[in-house]
């Protein structure tokens, strides 16, 4: 079955420094991503829709400057969240669509936190 | 835009006794993809059973069903035999295509369901 490799699980840093996890889809092309961040006991939060090639499409209210979200090939998103702040703590998840697929991968999920 | 409501935030239910987790949305298109999603204490999400939109027949896998109401915009999910590993918070999903290929992914609040030994 479908995939999708997300890492670090876990990062710890400083703050104002930045971090990047990575997504990648393992055994098929991912033509979109979709990142999303998760606080304790609650729902996923759409972040941010990429599609291979293109610019990210973000949801209102994130900032753009603040998660950096490139998808340069059809196997790896990325997103980098900069000048990292303790509020930016949080359980980010990535999951990809294949081509012609309708239905959603999900990654592990990364863990971060900055203190 | 669409929402989606999941009304119950926590259930219990007996090992292998039968369990229902409801949810209901809102949409204005006609076709649409519907998913439970499952979130063990790992965190990490799993696919439990999806339903085209279009497809009147009712999804089923293994022990998981579903008893999707089109017109009531309604999705439920019933779990059969429930067992100690099915412990985790439950998430209905919405996916719908938008103009220009891309897709939209709307979760639900989730329902913890916990199964007792």
């Known amino acids: 079955g479908a995939v999708v490799s997300q890492h670090p699980s876990r990062v710890i840093c400083k703050s104002g420094t930045s971090v990047k996890i990575e997504c990648r889809s393992l055994d098929f092309q991912a033509t979109t991503m979709f990142w999303y961040r998760q606080f304790p006991k609650q729902s996923l939060m759409l972040m941010a829709t990429?599609?291979?090639?293109?610019?990210?499409?973000?949801e209102q209210g994130v900032e753009k400057d603040k998660f950096l979200i490139n998808h340069a090939s059809l196997t790896l998103s990325t997103l980098t969240v900069t000048s990292a702040h303790p509020e930016d703590s949080s359980f980010y998840i990535c999951?990809?669509?294949?081509?012609?697929?309708?239905?959603?991968?999900f990654g592990a999920g990364s863990r971060l936190t900055v203190l | 835009a669409q929402t989606v409501t999941q009304s119950q935030p926590e259930m219990s239910v007996q090992e292998a006794e039968t369990v229902t987790l409801s949810c209901t949305y809102d949409t204005s298109e006609s076709n649409y993809y519907l998913f439970w999603y499952k979130q063990p204490p790992s965190r990490q999400m799993i696919l439990v059973i999806r339903?085209?939109?279009?497809?009147?027949q009712n999804a089923t896998e293994n022990r998981f069903s579903v008893n999707f109401q089109k017109a009531a915009k309604s999705f439920s999910l019933k779990i059969s035999d429930s067992q100690l590993g099915d412990t985790a918070m439950y998430f209905c999903?919405?996916?719908?295509?938008?103009?220009?290929?891309?897709?939209?992914?709307?979760f639900g609040t989730g329902t913890k369901l916990q199964v007792i030994p």
């Open positions: 999903a919405f996916m719908t295509h938008l103009s220009g290929g891309y897709q939209k992914v709307t």
């Open positions: 990429s599609n291979e090639g293109s610019k990210a499409t973000y």
């Open positions: 339903q085209e939109a279009y497809k009147q």
């Open positions: 999951s990809a669509r294949g081509i012609g697929a309708n239905v959603l991968t």
